[in-house]
């Protein structure tokens, strides 16, 4: 059985993620960014961590019985 709480967690993380993304694309100008290793690899594991909370989310749903 699918687990409700599972589901809105990880559905929770991947709308956390996907908001620092966009909150960094707003704020960083494009020369910033690539100038900054720290800001670069700060988005690169932000990504890591919403397809993540996508791969978790995606096992949770497929090894539950039908």
């Not at 559905?11 to 966009?22: D, F, N, P, R, S």
């Not at 494009?30 to 989310?57: K, Y």
């Amino acid at each position: 059985m699918v687990d409700k709480r599972v589901i809105s967690i990880k559905l929770e993380q991947i709308e956390q993620y996907h908001g620092e993304l966009k909150r960094k694309q707003e704020t960083l100008s494009r020369h910033e960014f690539l100038s900054s290793t720290t800001e670069q690899r700060a988005v690169e594991r932000m990504f890591e961590n919403a397809i993540q909370a996508c791969a978790d989310l995606a096992q949770h749903i497929a090894t539950q019985e039908f």
